[in-house]
């Protein structure tokens, strides 16, 4: 069956503090790799798509890149206001539309 | 420009009554979703509509949920009877396929409890 798993379930920062999220996949064709993010009681709010491995996406402190069977989110120097939850998504190649999510990754970032 | 807009924002129902949701998707979309997400979890898709038609509702537990999307824009989603194990968040998205576009725009979210 194909799944997307996302590591860690849960990571907290100090302001500043770089790391990375990582988005496992195994679907038979990728269509395309989405980021989100979700705050409390809100909806999932879209960050970036990756089409192809090797690509890579940047806004402000996040940068997304693509392999052949993962994806990482980069939070650089992690501000307080980047706290939320993190969703990958994938959209396999014949399944026009439908995006299978991971659980997410909780982050939380401390002055 | 106004994004996915869904009512109500919060629903307390008992166990057995109906319940329904109502999503605006964002103006020229032409594909709209309903997907559900449990507290922890990823949204889950219940169906999916381009433009009128429903091409995608293999998820939807269908002896109880229902959806219809009118004229191509609005949408419902329905519940009858609500069970205790359909507690959670009810998410709209809405996205525009064509041109190499795929990400999907998605609402608030109508978050329901069943008691």
């Known amino acids: 069956e194909d799944q997307v798993t996302q590591s860690p379930e849960a990571l907290r920062l100090q302001e500043g503090e770089s790391s990375s999220l990582n988005c496992s996949y195994t679907?038979?064709?990728?269509?395309?790799l989405f980021w989100y993010r979700q705050d409390p009681g809100k909806g999932p709010e879209f960050l970036f798509t990756?089409?192809?491995a090797g690509e890579e996406k940047e806004k402000e402190r996040l940068k997304a890149t693509l392999t052949k069977k993962e994806s990482f989110l980069h939070i650089t120097a992690p501000k307080p206001e980047d706290s939320a939850t993190y969703l990958c998504?994938?959209?396999?190649?014949?399944?026009?539309?439908?995006?299978?999510f991971g659980a997410g990754t909780q982050v939380v970032v401390t002055p | 420009e106004a994004g996915v807009v869904q009512s109500p924002r919060y629903k307390i129902i008992e166990k057995k009554q109906p319940v329904a949701f109502w999503c605006n998707p964002i103006?020229?979309?032409?594909?709209l979703y309903w997907y559900r997400q449990n507290l922890g979890q990823g949204p889950e898709l219940l169906i999916r509509?381009?433009?009128?038609?429903?091409?995608?509702d293999s998820q939807l537990p269908k002896d109880r949920f229902s959806a219809e999307r009118l004229k191509g824009v609005d949408s419902t989603l329905k519940i009858q009877p609500a069970e205790l194990g359909d507690s959670a968040v009810y998410l709209c998205?809405?996205?525009?396929?064509?041109?190499?576009?795929?990400?999907?725009?998605f609402g608030q979210g109508t978050r329901l409890t069943v008691v």
């Open positions: 998205a809405s996205s525009w396929l064509g041109m190499g576009h795929t990400e999907a725009f």
């Open positions: 679907v038979s064709g990728l269509r395309g």
């Open positions: 990756l089409y192809s």
């Open positions: 998504a994938v959209q396999e190649s014949d399944s026009w539309g439908k995006l299978q």
């Open positions: 103006s020229g979309h032409n594909t």
């Open positions: 509509y381009e433009n009128e038609e429903a091409v995608d």
